[in-house]
């Protein structure tokens, strides 16, 4: 059986950890990041299945980090889910024009 990967990169440890335990408890292999940082290392490290990525963090958002993945030529590049407790139809347009898959509004049930 094939165990699918997915990437959550939040920077609200609340939300990182929720998402994780119900995709792991649904049979996910998961790897959390709590930055844009960490992210660029994790997903250099092990390109996942799906990437659940939010939008607003400190030290770079998730449209620019988006955007930088999907400049790399060199790989074949995951589905991207955007996530946001404060976006905006512009936002999820911007994302969705990019190279995102959907857009998701926090908080997610």
Do not use: C, N
């Amino acid at each position: 059986m094939t165990t699918y990967s997915v990437l959550v990169v939040d920077d609200e440890p609340d939300i990182r950890q929720v998402v994780s335990d119900i995709l792991e408890d649904e049979g996910y292999e998961v790897t959390v990041a709590a930055d844009a940082a960490e992210a660029r290392t994790r997903y250099a490290d092990h390109t996942p299945d799906l990437v659940l990525l939010d939008i607003w963090m400190p030290d770079t958002d998730g449209i620019a980090l988006l955007r930088e993945w999907r400049e790399e030529q060199t790989r074949t590049h995951p589905p991207v889910i955007m996530i946001s407790g404060h976006g905006t139809v512009e936002t999820a347009v911007e994302a969705i024009r990019i190279g995102a898959y959907d857009f998701l509004e926090k908080p997610l049930s």
